[in-house]
C-alpha cells in the first residue's frame, strides 16, 4: 500500500503490521478526502466480502449506495473540487466472525490526475498530532452507536452515516472516532461477549491495536444491553466502575459524557460511579422518548438523540 494512502483512513482502522493494508471490524469506520479532479477510486480489498455495501457522501450530503464487485469497490468521483466521505455500512457476517477476520483494504488506486488530499488530522497513530488540528470526537458503544439496524422495511439495513454520533460529529464540526459493537455491554449479562467493551477500547481485533487519536471528548452508551438482559445492580456497578477506570486511561484528559440507557435503568449507578471522578457527566436520556424494542431506533430517532446531545455538548464548549 502506498505509505500516503493510510491518511485517508479513520481512526477504525488500523495498519497490518506487515504493511499488508488497513483492517477494520467496525461499521461506519469510513475514509476522508478532497479531490479536484475526476477519476477512479478503487479499493483492492482482501477477500470477496459478501453483500459488502458502502456510502459515499459529498459535501456533507450522503449520494450514493456503492456495492462491492467481487474483492475491489469502485467509486467514481466528478469533476470540480469536492470533499468525500466513503463509509463502511455492512457485509453479510456476524459480528464476532467480522472482529475476529476483520476487512481488509490491501491497496488504492486512484485514476485522477492529482493525488487525493486527506481531510482528517494528521497523528501519528499515539494520540499526538499537528498543531492546531482539530481534536477527534470519539463515541463508545452498542449497536446504536454503530448506526446499526436502521433502515428498511425490515430495520436491518444500517446507516452509520445517518447514526446520532455521525450527526453530533458533523453539526461540532470534529472528525470522528467511533467504538462500538452490537449486543455488547458492561456485564456477562449482555448477550455478545465478543468484543468485550474494555477489549475493543485498545484493539480493532483479537491481535490488532487500535490507533490512539487526540480527542477531547468521549461520549458513552452503554448499559441498554445488560438491563434488557438481566444484569443486576450489583454486576453492573461493578462493571462500570472498571469501565470508566479504563476510560480514563484510554482518552486521558478528555471530558466525559455518560449516557443512560434509553430505558432509564442503572440511572442512579451511573450517578453513583461517575461521582468518584471529575471527568465524568451523566446525561439522564429516558426522557428522549426513544424506543429500542422491538427495532432499533430509526433515522427520525437519531436525529432526535443528536439534537438532545448537542444541547449538553454545546453548552460546554
Known amino acids: ?89 455492512q457485509w453479510a457476517t456476524g459480528q464476532v466472525a467480522f472482529w475476529r477476520t476483520g476487512l481488509i483494504v490491501k491497496d488504492l488506486s486512484w485514476s485522477g490526475e492529482s493525488e487525493l488530499e486527506p481531510t482528517l488530522p494528521r497523528d501519528d497513530g499515539k494520540g499526538d498530532v499537528e498543531d492546531g488540528a482539530t481534536p477527534y470526537i470519539t463515541f463508545v458503544g452498542d449497536s446504536i452507536v454503530a448506526g446499526e439496524c436502521m433502515v428498511g422495511s425490515a430495520h436491518d439495513e444500517h446507516q452509520p452515516t445517518q447514526s446520532f454520533p455521525a450527526l453530533v460529529a458533523s453539526a461540532m464540526k470534529q472528525p470522528l472516532n467511533r467504538i462500538a459493537y452490537g449486543g455488547t455491554g458492561l456485564t456477562t449479562a449482555a448477550p455478545f461477549q465478543e468484543p468485550k467493551a474494555i477489549d475493543a477500547l485498545w484493539r480493532v481485533g483479537e491481535d490488532v491495536p487500535r490507533r490512539r487519536v487526540h480527542t477531547n471528548k468521549v461520549v458513552v452508551a452503554y448499559g441498554l444491553n445488560d438491563g434488557n438482559y438481566g444484569a443486576d445492580a450489583s454486576d453492573f456497578a461493578f462493571g462500570l466502575r472498571v469501565y470508566l477506570l479504563e476510560l480514563v486511561k484510554r482518552f486521558h484528559g478528555a471530558d466525559f459524557y455518560l449516557l443512560t440507557p ?9 450517578e453513583a460511579e461517575a461521582a468518584r471522578f471529575d471527568c465524568f457527566k451523566v446525561i439522564e436520556t429516558k426522557d428522549w422518548d426513544i424506543q429500542t424494542r422491538p427495532h432499533h431506533p430509526d433515522p427520525k430517532d437519531h436525529q432526535k438523540i443528536a439534537n438532545e446531545l448537542l444541547t449538553y455538548l454545546k453548552e460546554e464548549n
Not at 40 to 64: C, F, I, M, N, S
Not at 65 to 76: C, F, G, K, R
Not at 262 to 270: C, L, M, P, V, Y
Request: glycine content about 6%.
Open 262 to 270: 434509553w430505558t432509564g435503568a442503572f440511572s442512579e449507578i451511573f
Open 1 to 89: 500500500m502506498n505509505a500516503s494512502f493510510h491518511l485517508l483512513f479513520s481512526p477504525e482502522w488500523s495498519v497490518l503490521d506487515d504493511q499488508a493494508g488497513m483492517i477494520t471490524s467496525q461499521y461506519g469506520a469510513y475514509l476522508a478526502f478532497e479531490s479536484k479532479h475526476a477519476g477512479q477510486l478503487t479499493l483492492h480489498l482482501h477477500d470477496a466480502y459478501p453483500d459488502l455495501t458502502w456510502t459515499l457522501t459529498v459535501d456533507g450530503q450522503d449520494k450514493e449506495t456503492v456495492l462491492a464487485n467481487e474483492d475491489t469497490v469502485a467509486v467514481q468521483l466528478p469533476a470540480g473540487a469536492h470533499s468525500y466521505v466513503l463509509t463502511l455500512n
